[in-house]
């Protein structure tokens, strides 16, 4: 018989999936929006521009409710990246993913209802929440208020800079929701990871 | 000391007869410094001569006719200045009258037509006052002097909104303020010329007072707030480009004078928010020759004002953000299909 933990609870779960809808989003409509020309029509530019500020708003605040209720209920000590060992649990992570998998290794480190991420997942799930996503968060408002930009940066418009690091930020997320999605599939079977995210119970 | 203080030839051969060291000395002097200020005087003419042929060329006036008109526009302004407001020249003027005739003089020379004279165009019944009571009536128009332009734009303003709506009423002058108007290409500051051209139009279009003292009877103004509601952040437009942008069909001579109304107005955003972007032909046309591609920016002019989504875009950053989407996107599908060959294989043996 399958040992099976209660991993997620339902707040959780929900953010997560807010999340992801609304990264999707703001990925689709942002990318409608940097590289709009005549002829190329993912979503038209003026319900893109529309789309990308709702989901935006919405995002900011998801944020902030997910901060608050990490704070709250002691979750946010998952994402904390734990020394001692912790290169040498990146690198033993780091041989599966390269070596390991393919020859039908077991994962190095077992999810636990006391440790729910691997080294390398820790890193980044930190990294990409607590350093990337706020910074997307706060150029996206200051794109919806750009009275707030500076006036002028290097002589040239002081949106410049925000809207390049809105950029660059978003993109480290659309690279790592790629990477993330893919690495969903590597539960016990392709689809059991996502079968956790959804019902919150994990099995081993 | 001036030259025709220091007759050159007259002081040289005078320090030749006078033999003594010390006179030839100062001769010697003399005459260097009389060379200097013969070439400084040169150099003057040639600066003023050019200075004075350069005026004459953008104005079409010589140096003196231009300081000629100042002098006598200040007689104009002695009345027609808003300190003349505060302390009237003059007992017994109509003040109500006077108000509404008042000029900034600062503005007016700063204006395309601030060389001229006054009388130039108020140049009937303008000599004595009291002014003839006629004065007004005879007053030139644009086309005295613009009649070749006028031609062209005349066509145009046929088909213009305006036109069609206020045929009789509607003149030059509506819009373009002879004392106060620059001509884009002279304004060349893009935030400048904004700010002029779209005071025009709002002018009318967002002030219900205004709008009622031209419009024709019984039409209430449109809300021009609600009418652009489908325009994100609509007034942050207004201050970062001309309503005749959008407002004006696309010209290859500037900005058409067909102006259009909201049923045949630009609606396409992309027709600004694309690399190929109407901007670089409408508002920074006059700064679309300085385009240098300023650090790989596509269409940098128009960053020194305002960074337009889709416009102003790093090509380079662009390709390095594409190829590392690929990388990642190709790199986790090569990965899973690993895998997948791997389990195949693991399960045959």
Redesign the interface.
């Known amino acids: 018989m399958t040992e099976r933990i209660y991993l997620l609870p339902l707040w959780l779960r929900l953010w997560h999936w807010t999340n992801a809808a609304l990264i999707l989003t703001l990925c689709a409509t942002g990318v409608s ?6 002829g190329f029509v993912l979503i038209e ?2 319900w893109a ?2 789309i990308h ?1 709702v989901a935006g708003v919405s995002l900011a605040c998801l944020y902030a409710v997910f901060v608050v209720a990490n704070a709250i209920s002691g979750n946010w000590w998952q994402y904390v990246p734990k020394p001692p060992g912790i290169l040498q649990r990146c690198w033993l992570q780091t041989r599966y ?1 390269c070596w390991g ?4 290794e077991p994962e190095p480190f077992k999810i636990t209802l006391e440790t729910n991420f691997n080294a390398l997942q820790a890193l980044t799930y930190w990294a990409v929440i607590y350093m990337v996503l706020p910074i997307t968060v706060v150029t996206g408002l200051i794109f919806l208020y ?1 009275n707030f930009a500076p006036i002028e940066m290097f ?3 002081g ?2 800079p ?3 690091l809105h ?2 930020s978003a ?1 480290i997320i ?2 790592f929701a ?2 993330h999605i ?1 690495l969903g ?2 539960g016990t079977k392709v689809g059991s990871l996502f079968k956790t995210m959804i019902t919150g119970w994990h099995e081993h | 000391m001036p030259i025709e203080d220091t007759p050159l030839l007259y002081r040289a051969k005078r320090a030749a007869k006078v033999a003594t060291h010390a006179e030839m000395k100062a001769a010697w002097r003399m005459m260097m410094k009389s060379l200097e200020s013969a070439f400084a005087v040169v150099t003057l003419c040639v600066t003023l001569l050019g200075g004075s042929l350069a005026h004459a060329q953008s104005t079409g006036l010589s140096a003196e006719a231009i300081e000629k008109n100042r002098v006598a526009n200040l007689k104009c302004f002695s009345c027609h200045e808003p300190a003349a407001l505060e302390h009237p020249p003059q007992a017994g003027l109509d003040m109500k009258k006077l108000r509404a005739a008042v000029r900034d003089p600062d503005v007016f020379k700063g204006s395309d037509h601030g060389r001229l004279a006054c009388t130039k165009c108020h140049n009937e019944g303008y000599d004595d006052f009291p002014h003839a009571e006629d004065a007004k009536d005879n007053t030139g128009t644009c086309t005295d002097c613009h009649s070749k332009k006028a031609a062209k734009i005349e066509e145009e303003f046929e088909q213009s909104v305006h036109a069609k709506r206020m045929a009789d009423t509607f003149t030059c002058t509506n819009c373009h303020n002879p004392h106060l108007m620059r001509i884009a290409a002279k304004l060349a500051d893009p935030k400048k010329i904004v700010d002029q051209d779209n005071r025009v139009c709002l002018g009318c279009h967002d002030s219900d007072e205004t709008f009622a003292k031209y419009a024709p009877e019984k039409k209430e103004r449109p809300p021009i707030d609600d009418i652009h509601s ?3 952040n609509a007034r ?1 437009h207004w201050k970062a480009v001309r309503c005749v942008e959008c407002h004006t069909p696309l010209s290859t001579e500037g900005i058409s004078h067909v102006i259009l109304d909201k049923t045949k107005a630009e609606r ?4 600004c ?4 972007s109407a901007l670089m032909v409408r508002l920074y046309r006059h700064l679309a020759k300085d385009e240098q591609q300023k650090y790989g920016f596509l269409n940098s002019v128009i ?5 337009v ?2 416009a ?3 090509q380079k ?2 390709y390095l ?1 594409a190829a ?2 690929a990388l ?2 190709f790199g ?1 599908l090569l ?2 299909l ?2 997948y060959i ?2 195949r294989l ?1 399960e045959k043996k």
């Open positions: 929006l940097h590289f709009s020309r005549p530019f003026s521009v529309r500020n993913y998998v393919f020859k039908g750009p002589g040239m418009d949106l410049l925000v809207a390049i950029y660059l993109v659309l690279l790629i990477a893919y599939t590597m | 489908w325009l994100p942050m396409k955003c992309v027709a928010h694309s690399a190929n960053l020194s004002n305002s960074y989504i889709g102003t875009r790093n950053l662009d953000v590392l989407v990642t996107f986790v990965h899973g690993l895998r791997a389990k693991r």
